[in-house]
């Protein structure tokens, strides 16, 4: 049994289930980057301040960087009974350069060590989730740019409820990567402040400089309070909240896309690269990365479950229950990464099939709102016209054909409001052009919506 770094005031050692038990090196040891990182920052401190050495500081410095390179080539003997990242850090580092290396923890806890860690750690992963979001955003600009002419069903209720451009619904994707991106570059406010120096949970009386600290870590800010600095993972909740709404809205798209894939509506190709084959039926090509996308936003809501449940009773301030947050945050964040990246790939895969998105408004009326409002603007009240815009369309229906198919002697059975230039609106383009209100669907407004969003995005 290794003699463990805490292991003064027992008289046995801990039972083998126990250690099992305790140990998060399994998953902890991830975070070997910013624990390394975090610590080099704390020894230089020591030093500059006398709490150690100049040259003991330096030493220290020294071999903590060579044990990054072990563990980094793979040969760095991590051990179950040694409990968790910190702790076989450490231990490493007094086998390598004796008793000096147990001044590394002067002036610091895990307690404190451990928060440090956590928030380097995210702070990373959320710079590189904004810039995959950026890319998704611009995935689906080139996409409305080069589709600026297709024309498809919007839906409402899975009903077809009046044509819009397919430029248009991709910016609807990217209204939500925006606001998802300003909830990352929120978030990462109160991720980027430095918990170190909280000690335990007192503070330390060490005389120690936490700015200092800060400043070789890059953090524009240091925590106010010990106990608070310790007990907090409201900067993980935060996390794993916004990408729980990100996955959803990553889910959604993918939805989308399943639907459009299907025969059912047609209105997509994913490409052979991106579908799988069926085991049993040889006809298959099923969308299998966009359903795991959906599917995955499922363990995304169970991370954001598992923390909340965790946090929601616990006193202040450490407790080894905070152990158990470090799963949720990392599956989160590899399954928010990897569906951005699988996503954004697969959309510069799709075919879109216009023909057959115009295909579904051929029927069903999808200008009937645009025969109501030519009336209405001719001075019926709308809900007038709503109303005989209805018995238009019981009346094609009967006949089997389309508005447009209707002549005008026809229409004007059921108003003299009618005249020859109503089919100019009825039309899918007509209809379209006439959308011109600000975040409407007209050309003009999307091709200018796509320039204003460039220009945004130029500054992600
Ligand atoms: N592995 C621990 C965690 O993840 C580190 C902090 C341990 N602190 C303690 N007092 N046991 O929370």
């Not at 220290?60 to 044990?67: C, D, H, R, S």
């Not at 379209?432 to 796509?450: C, D, F, P, Q, W």
Request: charged share 30%.
């Amino acid at each position: 049994m290794a003699q463990k770094p805490w292991g003064g005031r027992f008289k046995k050692g801990t039972h083998k289930l126990v250690e099992k038990f305790t140990a998060s090196i399994d998953f902890d040891k991830r975070l070997y980057k910013e624990d390394i990182e975090g610590s080099i920052a704390h020894v230089k401190m020591l030093g500059k301040q006398g709490i150690i050495s100049k040259q003991e500081s330096q030493k220290i410095v020294k071999a903590l960087e060579g044990i990054r390179g072990e563990i980094e080539k793979g040969k760095f003997p991590f051990k179950e009974e040694l409990e968790d990242i910190h702790l076989n850090i450490e231990k490493r580092l007094i086998d390598k350069i004796g008793d000096i290396g147990g001044k590394l923890h002067t002036a610091r806890s895990r307690n404190d060590q451990i928060a440090l860690d956590e928030r380097l750690y995210l702070r990373r992963e959320i710079s590189e989730i904004l810039s995959m979001i950026k890319e998704l955003a611009e995935d689906l600009l080139n996409l409305g740019e080069k589709n600026i002419e297709v024309i498809m069903p919007a839906y409402t209720h899975l009903q077809r409820a009046q044509p819009l451009l397919l430029s248009h619904y991709l910016l609807a994707h990217f209204e939500m990567l925006k606001r998802d991106r300003e909830r990352y570059v929120d978030c990462l406010k109160r991720v980027n402040i430095m918990p170190l120096g909280a000690g335990a949970v007192a503070g330390t009386s060490f005389p120690i400089d936490r700015e200092y600290v800060a400043e070789l870590l890059n953090f524009p800010q240091v925590s106010r309070n010990s106990v608070d600095s310790i007990s907090d993972r409201d900067f993980v909740l935060e996390f794993i909240s916004i990408s729980a709404i990100l996955a959803m809205h990553l889910s959604r798209l993918s939805e989308e896309f399943i639907l459009w894939s299907s025969k059912e509506f047609d209105f997509i190709d994913l490409g052979d690269e991106f579908t799988t084959g069926s085991s049993i039926m040889p006809q298959k090509r099923n969308p299998d990365v966009p359903e795991l996308i959906r599917g995955k936003t499922g363990r995304v809501y169970g991370n954001l479950m598992a923390l909340l449940t965790i946090m929601k009773g616990l006193p202040l301030s450490y407790n080894r229950d905070l152990q158990e947050d470090k799963e949720p945050m990392f599956d989160t964040v590899d399954t928010v990464k990897s569906s951005l990246q699988v996503l954004s790939e697969m959309m510069k895969h799709i075919k879109f099939k216009p023909e057959n998105m115009r295909k579904a408004l051929s029927k069903g009326f999808a200008t009937a709102t645009d025969l109501a409002d030519y009336l209405a603007r001719k001075g019926m009240p709308f809900r007038q016209a709503h109303e005989v815009t209805g018995k238009v369309v019981r009346y094609a229906e009967g006949k089997g054909r389309e508005l447009t198919q209707l002549s005008i002697s026809e229409l004007k059975i059921f108003s003299n409001l009618f005249e020859e230039d109503v089919f100019d609106h009825i039309t899918l383009e007509g209809s379209i052009s006439s959308k011109k209100s600000y975040g409407g669907t007209a050309k003009e407004n999307v091709l200018r919506m796509i320039q204003e969003c460039k220009r945004e995005i130029a500054k992600w």
